[in-house]
């Protein structure tokens, strides 16, 4: 494997797959971080464990989308720059407070369970396959997230305030969600993709069912953050792309 | 003879005998994640199915599939893995839900809704079969088993969680 950058010739099928997995691969990147400092031992284990569950979703999108590049998913997720990747702003937000770290687990698996659901009818049939498995984990994933904030928002003083915080800090990133960009839309009108906006009614139900019982406010759609999916990210992804590349810059080809 | 049939047959009985690292009471063919063998280009394909997508154990079964295979004089052997239908709790065999029990293990409720908040369906005891049970702990020792508790017989057991 060489250890220089590479630029993947984006026809829109690749582009999709490749935000996909790479919203999956930082967000269980993230998760990874907590290990060794999570607030209890079981909690320990479950972050782990959900960020192996979108690690291997994002193995099986980088491996499909690689049969279409001539790329192996070593390459993919270890070759591309910061500017490559096309992942939401929400999921390379640091993990912050656990309350951030969940409320960020919340929002996207609130967006991911019913967007894989439908994906589910893709007429690519491995990505229909894909989407069958992601859509089993990430209902647990968004039951985990919905049970945490509704004890922390219906919680304590601090907990109440800390949740209620991140709420507001992160929701401003959850727009880029619901993008679909020309490229999309072919893969749209293919019946190969989804159009995210609608899957929205579902989200909102379920942001207004758990904010509800975690007796959080859901703040004003407004002005939203976006650029992940263009490659035009926050200060944050190149840190941990330092981290997550680092041995396969500096080892090309290393292996377990 | 030696036909390509009772190939397969030889290699699928090899490869039944695998067991999950991390639950050893249990094959794969009593897992479900056994799904068939093939004969491509004179190599015999094991076919398996993921049970959660970065389940870490998936690699140690294809190791050992390949060695269990070598071992019943199959030499060319690769492990592929089918995605759909998707694998779900579902599948384990009845003889693998009276395996799990017979262990310790409550197997997973066939009909739990995976919605329900903070719920966990009636889980059985595997040891007096009391339904008063709760959770203790929803991740345990593997991401597929939660932690239980008996009110009737006061023992702790692990159950799998339903995965649908």
């Known amino acids: 494997m060489p250890s220089t950058s590479i630029f993947v010739d984006e026809i829109p099928l690749v582009r999709f797959c490749l935000g996909r997995a790479d919203d999956a691969l930082v967000l269980g990147h993230r998760l990874s971080e907590w290990s060794g400092k999570a607030p209890t031992l079981e909690e320990e284990l479950a972050l782990a464990n959900i960020g192996l569950d979108l690690i291997g979703q994002a193995r099986a999108l980088y491996t499909y989308a690689g049969g279409l590049t001539g790329h192996s998913e070593d390459e993919l997720a270890y070759l591309r720059d910061e500017r490559g990747y096309r992942n939401l702003l929400l999921v390379e937000q640091p993990n912050g407070d656990f309350a951030v770290t969940i409320v960020r687990q919340f929002f996207y698996s609130a967006f991911a369970d019913p967007f894989w659901r439908a994906m589910m009818g893709s007429r690519a049939a491995t990505l229909a396959a894909i989407a069958a498995k992601a859509e089993k984990e990430i209902s647990y994933h968004l039951r ?7 004890r922390l928002g219906d919680g304590t003083e601090e907990s109440h305030r800390r949740a209620q915080d991140a709420v507001d800090r992160l929701f401003p990133f959850t727009g880029e969600m619901f993008g679909c960009d020309d490229g999309e839309e072919s893969l749209v009108a293919a019946g190969v993709a989804i159009n995210p906006e609608i899957i929205r009614p579902v989200w909102d139900a379920t942001l207004a069912e758990i904010l509800a019982h975690a007796a959080l406010t859901r703040p004003r759609d407004g002005w939203m953050q976006t650029g992940g999916r263009a490659g035009v990210h926050s200060e944050h992804l190149g840190h941990l792309l330092a981290e997550l590349q680092y041995l396969q810059r500096s080892y090309p080809g290393a292996k377990w | 003879m030696v036909t390509a049939k009772n190939i397969l047959a030889r290699a699928l009985e090899a490869a039944a005998t695998v067991t999950d690292p991390e639950i050893p009471a249990l094959t794969v063919a009593d897992l479900g994640v056994l799904r068939g063998a093939e004969l491509v280009d004179g190599t015999v394909e094991i076919l398996i199915t993921p049970t959660y997508s970065g389940c870490p154990a998936m690699h140690v079964i294809a190791l050992d599939i390949e060695t269990a295979l070598a071992a019943a004089g199959i030499a060319k052997v690769r492990v592929r893995e ?62 597929c088993k939660s932690l239980h508790r008996c009110r009737t017989c006061r023992e702790p057991f692990d159950a799998f969680k339903c995965h649908r």
């Open chain 2, 82 to 143: 089918v995605l759909s239908p998707a694998w779900t709790t579902d599948w384990l065999t009845d003889a693998g839900r009276e395996k799990l029990a017979a262990t310790g293990i409550a197997p997973p409720p066939r009909a739990a809704s995976r919605r329900a908040l903070f719920g966990a369906a009636d889980i059985a005891c595997p040891r007096c079969g009391s339904v008063a049970t709760e959770m203790l702990a929803e991740v345990v020792s593997t991401a």
């Open chain 1, 144 to 150: 985990h997230a919905s049970e945490w904030l509704i």
